[in-house]
């Protein structure tokens, strides 16, 4: 899992997001995907599902799967 956050570690730290892969073998699954109701439109969505995908690549996963 990941989790995207607004902020820095000297101040509060708001989460925007999180997502979660299950990669094993050829491929990976997206688990989950969220962002908060502030966040929509910002592109976090986009960067989690964009390093859920590296992620998956750097497991030797061939195939990225989003399941509904």
């Known amino acids: 899992y990941v989790v995207a956050v607004a902020g820095n570690e000297d ?15 050829s491929a990976a699954d997206v688990m989950t995907i969220a962002v908060t109701h502030a966040a929509r ?3 976090v ?3 989690l ?10 497991t030797g996963a ?6 509904s």
């Open 11 to 25: 101040a509060n730290e708001t989460v925007l997001g999180y997502a979660g892969l299950d990669a094993g073998g």
């Open 41 to 43: 439109g910002t592109g």
């Open 45 to 47: 969505g986009k960067r």
């Open 49 to 58: 599902l964009t390093h859920l995908v590296d992620a998956a690549a750097a």
């Open 62 to 67: 061939w195939t990225a799967r989003a399941m």
